[in-house]
């Protein structure tokens, strides 16, 4: 009877694995739905295409059921620094993310000279949005107020960062706005294909092969590869105009360039050095580049603050 008792769960247990191995086998390969691709690789990753938005994160199958887990970024703000041998006193900040104008954003040293990034309804951005700080700060701190109220998104932690400056004097603040962060997407697993349970529809998206869909393999290694350029790099490479060569156009590969120690700058090889402009304002010139490594630092749960009545940066194109 005790021995009855142990088996029965144990046949469960081991029938549901079964059924789970099953539905595993050959789901990987591309599914299109309407306005997204859902590539799901055998390695437990996938990657979503859809206008203007990539996610990237692994999935796992219980039962008849697939999830898919996207990556989330870590943080909501995250900086890169080097040391600009041509900032003699003070420090630079570029503010950087497609929600920067968000007047939620508080940047400054703690506690009494933080401020607003941008003013209230600042409805014309320039780009770079770089300022010049007179005094250089034993450490940025940044917070975001409170969320856009996008529905799509899971709980996110209002939290306030902290990242000490040490020796570095030229910084990218980069700003992870709340539509990047998703909540998981659950497929039910068909004879047919996939049917997507979060929309509701029952429509059944059909398998194809990666080989059908992407003629390119290069191609479709990139596609992997700019998630973690855009949103989980270790370091930026980005020229005098702030082009990081993060948006999906192209990767840098430092082997065609030398490092100028005197600049703390890597150029061009093949261009003579009295053609090199360290000054240049052109988007796409790529002869000299900075390397931006990220810094780590520290986070807190949000308390009140007193902000300094002027915001960092006012953009207002109505006037």
């Known amino acids: 009877m005790k021995l009855n008792t142990i088996l029965f769960p144990l046949m469960i247990f081991c029938t549901t694995l079964i059924h789970a191995q099953k539905n595993a086998e050959n789901i990987d390969g591309v599914y299109k739905a309407k306005g997204a691709v859902f590539i799901i690789n055998k390695n437990k990753t996938f990657l ?6 990539l996610i990237k994160g ?3 199958i219980d039962k008849d059921l697939m999830y898919l887990k996207p990556k989330n970024p870590e943080d909501k703000f995250y900086i890169y620094a080097r040391k600009n041998p041509d900032i003699k006193t003070g420090m630079r900040i570029n503010f950087t993310g497609d929600d920067i104008g968000n007047s939620n954003i508080a940047v400054g040293e703690f506690p009494n000279k933080m401020q607003s990034l941008f003013n209230d309804e600042a409805n014309c951005l320039d780009y770079p949005n770089v300022h010049m700080f007179k005094e250089k700060w034993p450490a940025i701190t940044l917070l975001e107020e ?3 109220g996008n529905w799509k998104t899971a709980d996110i932690p209002r939290l306030m960062y902290n990242f000490p400056t040490t020796d570095y004097n030229d910084f990218i603040i980069q700003h992870m706005q709340d539509s990047l962060y998703h909540n998981d997407f659950v497929f039910k697993i068909t004879k047919k294909g996939l049917s997507d349970l979060n929309s509701g529809s029952g429509e059944i998206i059909q398998k194809s092969t990666v080989k ?4 390119n393999e290069k191609e479709m290694e990139f596609i992997n590869q700019s998630f973690d350029m855009a949103f989980n790099a270790d370091y930026k490479l980005v020229n005098n105009a702030y082009n990081m060569n993060d948006d999906m156009n192209e990767k840098i590969d430092l082997i065609g360039y030398k490092y100028d120690k005197q600049k703390n700058a890597y150029v061009n090889a093949a261009v003579p050095a009295k053609q090199l402009n360290y000054k240049s304002k052109d988007y796409h010139d790529n002869n000299v580049l900075m390397k931006f490594d990220r810094i780590t630092g ?3 749960p949000q308390v009140a603050l007193k902000k300094l009545p002027k915001p960092l940066f006012v953009a207002n194109c109505n006037h």
């Open 48 to 53: 979503i295409m859809a206008y203007a938005t």
């Open 58 to 60: 692994t999935w796992n």
């Open 146 to 148: 409170h969320n856009d």
């Open 212 to 215: 059908e869909e992407f003629s």
């Open 298 to 300: 520290t986070s807190q």
